[in-house]
């Protein structure tokens, strides 16, 4: 991608939004987000990342899934929030 064409997309791009977050009662968190990539030069792509992290302090995932739908994406938090929850 040209340095140009890059500069164009650069001021389009944002922190992440939470979509929820939760943190479990063994200190476990879990946290879902909708994210803005750079995925190909016709324009950006919404993509949604759900994330487990053992604890507040502990940024080193356990678990990670991405999808292109907020529904899924809750779905997502869901799921692992059952699955980690009495680890």
Do not use: W
């Amino acid at each position: 991608m040209k340095l140009a064409t890059l500069q164009a997309y650069l001021p389009k791009v944002r922190l992440p939004d939470i979509v929820k977050q939760t943190t479990l009662p063994n200190g476990v968190q879990v946290s879902a987000i909708e994210i803005v990539e750079l995925v190909h030069p016709d324009g950006m792509h919404t993509i949604y990342e759900t994330m487990v992290f053992p604890s507040e302090q502990d940024s080193n995932p356990l678990d990670v899934r991405r999808c292109g739908l907020s529904a899924d994406a809750l779905e997502d938090h869901a799921e692992l929030a059952e699955k980690y929850r009495d680890r």
